[in-house]
């Protein structure tokens, strides 16, 4: 069925603006993609594929600001690159989700933002949506509108980029993103803690995360341990020795830089379950409540990582959803790969899914943006 | 008289005060309710003092339950609720109506739950910003926004204004900071949101609340987020004769890797007036610049050396390291005594626009040109590493006309601000005071939105009314709203 829509790639903001307010006047129901490398084919009951690919191009990158305009359909590995010849960074690390869905196409700045997709660094740096200086987007009224700037500082009016950062397409098609960027650590290590249980790693997550050594990533994987330290070469070497010193009485191992710069990769694309047959969750907790929800998520089969100091489960394995959700529970579970029929966002308390499904009528009145995903 | 205009009271709620207060007076405790004339007077303008009003009275609740039921029992009768903090706002942004009910949230002081394994604090909305974090100084913690007002405002008012603070160029503003909420809706409806969880489960309506000014809904316990105390910490003062040699010091800094926790800027009035006031030893230049580090002695001194080296190339007139806690104590003191030394010279309008880094330079001339033509002095002192200027406006209020000419100069310079690429309000907020501003930053549907999601959240129209939106923006809104009530 997926194969049959028809596409269409506006080339710019009032094309696609014309084409959103003629869809609404014809009841068109529209998925919204970037480059389509992140939802599930089956999740939105469309009629139309609507791609922002074709708009693109970064508007305008000033380093001694740490900030970057770029239209949405933007790759993010052109964005990314960009960066990094200044030795700067998108510092929350985002996932390219191609490794693990084994999706074609590719990454958009724009379907990074809707997706407020995070990697392992959100812990320290806080999410991509924390680094969203402002956006334009048009609305489910074919009205161009703009919220937020260029600027670190703003409160200027309500913050409507948060409400489309993690909206997935449902409140607006994003057009343009303004993005704080960050100076990369000038060079990282990692320690390595072997033979450690899920409940040991996260306490040495917590105790690691509870010093003043600016850990940037705290991750877990078959019995192994991961801390990461980054910054001015001074400071990575310093930070290695403090915690080093801290757990003294656990054997640790050092991963050099290019070893722990290919470790977080890896982790970053949950390379680990790429590939495997079975369901893949993303599941938010509470840190330390992680032993107890991967304990009962294994009684249930497959295997469990951790990432954000235990506050991130990644699932793979064959749990039932109700059951694995009963199981995360007060934590979040969202489906990431998977059964078709199974709902990906975990659902919200009956005042809160009010206050969303009011809010998106208000942006989306016809309902003619990604029908059928985030409840409604 | 000043020049921002507040709609007329409602004369069928003035009649009906008696009636108000005592069905207010029932649901809650005795001493929750205030409404002797003498008492609300205390109540009648928060820090932008030129603007008061008393209110029709005001409730002190200490529970969520209790700003609950007062909420609706105002929303039942169709009464304004104008939620105040500790009513430090510089934006007018907790001013009253004669026809409004101010809920404070004063009494809402207790600590519910410290979690240094999982880096949360949980408190109710009411506790100041400064106390969360000698909360957490036992336990090596601290909260990372901290505006400059910490010592008296609160948590509820930094949510409400997104505030900022002197450090939040490496560790964000409220929002980033800010991981749930519990608020009570225009409906006295109670919603939480969030947790001591790093994410939503769906629409991310906690980034919506923070920020949102008291349009939306009344906050009265938050989720923070808490970070470990640095090691140390070691403020520069580097010194220049040039604003524009200053302002590329801070983008060379940033450019160049490293990540000051501060970079502050004063200009030649302000030293002035700080070095008359509290005697802080500083270089009688054009600018100086504060920048701060943090770390360990052997990472301090590092960043120090790098800092120095970048700003030697800029021939600077003076670079002073602090060598102990009391020459740091030094080195902050101008700063943080700025606003009081320019109180003592007379009255000031105190801004907060922000502005590209790369637009400083040219901001500042722009202000120096402006204050000529208006014939009024202005001190500039702000956090230059992220563009926001707090341009400090001299006028005197005994003076007819004074006040009205500085606050079409301050309205001049916001706009300087929006058309170089920057925003009105970088920390304080919009309020009354940049209420009619807001049309120039942004296009009708720009503001469309913004009030159709005000009016999801507020059909009634009376959460904190007569701000962020200017008045003829909003009066359809309001019309239909006062018509769905008659």
Redesign the interface.
């Known amino acids: 069925m997926e194969a049959v829509l028809e596409q269409v790639a506006p080339k710019d903001e009032a094309e696609l603006a014309a084409f959103v307010t003629d869809s609404r006047a014809a009841g068109r129901r529209l998925r919204i993609e970037g480059g389509g490398t992140r939802l599930p084919s089956g999740a939105v009951a469309a009629d139309t594929r609507l791609t922002t690919r074709d708009m693109a191009g970064i508007v305008t990158y000033e380093p001694g600001e740490l900030t970057l305009i770029a239209r949405v359909g933007t790759p993010v590995e052109e964005i990314e690159a960009t960066l990094a010849a200044e030795g700067q960074a998108l510092a929350f690390e985002p996932m390219d989700h191609r490794v693990l869905l084994g999706t074609n196409g590719t990454p958009t700045i724009g379907g990074m933002v809707a997706a407020n997709v995070s990697g392992p660094r959100r812990v320290q740096a806080g999410a991509c949506r924390d680094h969203l200086l402002g956006v334009r987007f048009v609305d489910g009224q074919g009205r161009i509108i703009k919220n937020g700037g260029r600027v670190m500082k703003n409160v200027t009016g309500l913050d409507l980029g948060k409400l489309l950062a993690g909206s997935f397409g449902t409140f607006g098609v994003l057009t343009e993103v303004a993005l704080k960027t960050l100076p990369m650590g000038e060079t990282q290590q990692t320690l390595a803690f072997p033979g450690v249980s899920v409940r040991q790693a996260v306490e040495i997550f917590s105790t690691a995360l509870g010093t003043p050594f600016e850990v940037s990533g705290a991750a877990f994987h078959d019995g192994t341990a991961w801390l990461r330290v980054e910054g001015l070469a001074k400071q990575v070497g310093y930070r290695r020795t403090r915690l080093t010193a801290l757990f003294g009485s656990r054997p640790i191992d050092l991963l050099d830089e290019a070893e722990s710069r290919r470790l977080w990769r890896a982790l970053r694309y949950v390379q680990h379950f790429a590939g495997t047959p079975d369901p893949v969750w993303r599941i938010l907790v509470k840190p330390t409540d992680a032993p107890a929800v991967v304990a009962a998520l294994l009684e249930m089969g497959g295997q469990a990582s951790l990432d954000w100091g235990g506050g991130l489960i990644w699932y793979g394995g064959p749990a039932d959803p109700s059951a694995l959700r009963r199981a995360a529970h007060p934590g979040h579970a969202f489906l990431v790969r998977g059964p078709a029929d199974a709902p990906i966002f975990p659902p919200e308390p009956r005042a809160v899914s009010d206050l969303s499904n009011a809010l998106r009528r208000t942006f989306d009145p016809a309902g003619i943006f990604n029908p059928g995903l985030m409840g409604a | 008289m000043s020049t921002i205009v507040m709609p007329e009271p409602d004369a069928a709620i003035l009649v009906r005060k008696d009636e108000i207060v005592a069905a207010l007076s029932a649901a809650l405790p005795g001493d929750a309710v205030i409404s002797d004339p003498d008492e609300t007077k205390a109540y009648e303008c928060d820090a932008l003092t030129a603007y008061r009003c008393p209110p029709l009275a005001v409730v002190l609740p200490r529970t969520t339950e209790e700003v609950a039921a007062a909420m609706r029992i105002c929303h039942e009768m169709g009464v304004k609720v104008v939620p105040r903090g500790a009513g430090t706002s510089l934006a007018g942004g907790a001013l009253p109506t004669a026809d409004s009910v101010i809920l404070a949230t004063l009494r809402l002081r207790d600590v519910l739950e410290i979690d240094?394994?999982?880096?949360f604090i949980r408190v109710q909305s009411g506790v100041t910003n400064l106390s969360v974090s000698a909360e957490l100084e036992p336990e090596?913690?601290f909260y990372a926004p901290d505006p400059s007002s910490q010592l008296a405002c609160t948590i509820a008012g930094n949510i409400a204004?997104?505030s900022?603070g002197a450090h939040?160029?490496k560790y964000?503003?409220t929002?980033?900071n800010l991981m749930g909420v519990r608020m009570v809706l225009a409906t006295g409806?109670?919603?939480?949101?969030g947790?001591?969880?790093?994410?939503?489960?769906?629409?991310?309506?906690?980034?919506?609340i923070?920020?949102?000014e008291g349009?939306?809904a009344i906050v009265t316990e938050a989720t923070l987020r808490i970070l470990?105390?640095?090691?140390g910490a070691r403020p520069m003062l580097i010194g220049f004769d040039s604003a524009e040699v200053a302002g590329e010091c801070v983008?060379?800094i940033?450019?160049?890797?490293?990540?000051p926790v501060a970079i502050e800027y004063m200009d030649d009035v302000c030293l002035r007036a700080v070095e008359d006031f509290a005697k802080a030893g500083y270089p009688d230049c054009t600018a100086v610049l504060i920048v701060e580090v943090e770390?360990?002695e052997?990472?301090i001194a590092?960043?120090v050396a790098?800092i120095k080296a970048i700003a030697d190339q800029l021939n600077p007139v003076e670079f002073r390291i602090s060598r102990n806690a009391d020459e740091s104590l030094a080195i902050w003191k101008g700063r943080k005594s700025a606003f009081g030394a320019m109180g003592r010279i007379g009255d000031y309008l105190c801004l907060d626009g922000?502005?590209?880094?790369?637009k400083l330079p040219y901001t500042l001339k722009r202000i120096g040109e402006l204050s000529k033509e208006y014939g009024l002095e202005v001190a500039n002192v702000f956090?230059a590493g992220?563009?926001?200027m707090h341009p400090l406006i001299l006028f005197n209020a005994n003076k007819p006309g004074d006040l009205e000419r500085a606050e079409a100069f301050g309205a001049e310079i916001l706009r300087v601000c929006v058309d170089v690429?920057?925003?009105?309000?970088?920390?304080?907020?919009?309020g009354i005071e940049?209420r009619d501003l807001?049309t120039s930053?942004?296009?009708p549907?720009?503001?469309?939105?913004?009030m159709?999601?005000?009016?999801?959240?507020d059909p009634g129209w009376l959460l904190n009314p007569a701000k962020?939106f200017p008045l003829d923006s909003s009066r359809p809104y309001r019309d239909a709203a006062a018509r769905g009530a008659a």
Do not use: W
Not at chain 2, 254 to 259: E, F, P, Y
């Open positions: 240094t394994a999982n880096r090596g913690f204004m997104n900022g939040c160029l964000g503003v929002t980033n409806e109670i919603v939480e949101l947790g001591p969880v790093l994410g939503m489960p769906g629409l991310d309506l906690l980034g919506l923070c920020g949102s349009q939306l470990p105390r640095p090691q983008a060379r940033i450019r160049s890797g490293l990540l770390g360990s052997e990472e590092d960043q790098r922000t502005v590209p880094v790369s956090h992220d563009g926001n690429g920057g925003c009105l309000t970088g920390e304080h907020g919009v940049k807001m930053q942004y296009a549907d720009d503001m469309a939105i913004q159709e999601v005000k009016n999801t959240f962020v």
